[in-house]
């Protein structure tokens, strides 16, 4: 059983990371459309679907998984764990931060810049980069 959670774990993460990678992409582009636009509608809908329908739940389903196979693993014991634990609680922070931006697109009330986006556009990776090092080196903290 632990092997079969362990690949929907990895699914649900890739999942998740893909839309944590693609939706601010989305919000680059619609911050340069004219609100009320055909394209800014249509950057609506995707966000919004992106992010109820794909990233949540993969991002509930990899909290779900991880946190069985860590406790069927042991590992809260282990100090990597905890680097790593709190580093996937700044990307679901960050997800969190997504949510409310793509809320205030959905009212039309966006108060940044593209260039703002393209900075929180690699905020998940630098996570990414981290948890994958940590989770396959597990250091000796």
Known sequence: MYLWIKSLHVIAVISWMAGLLYLPRLF??????????????????????????????????AWISGL????????????????????????????????RLRSSFARDANRHSSRYFRIWNEIPTIFMIFIVIIVIIKPNL
């Open 28 to 61: 680059v582009y619609h911050c340069m459309a004219e609100n009320g636009s055909i394209q800014s509608e249509t950057f609506k809908i995707m966000e919004r679907r992106l992010i109820q329908t794909i990233m949540t739940p993969a991002m509930v389903v």
């Open 68 to 99: 069985w196979l860590a406790t069927e693993a042991e590992f809260f014991r282990e100090p990597w764990f905890h680097l790593k634990l709190a580093l996937v609680l700044a990307m679901t922070a960050t997800h969190v931060h997504f949510w």
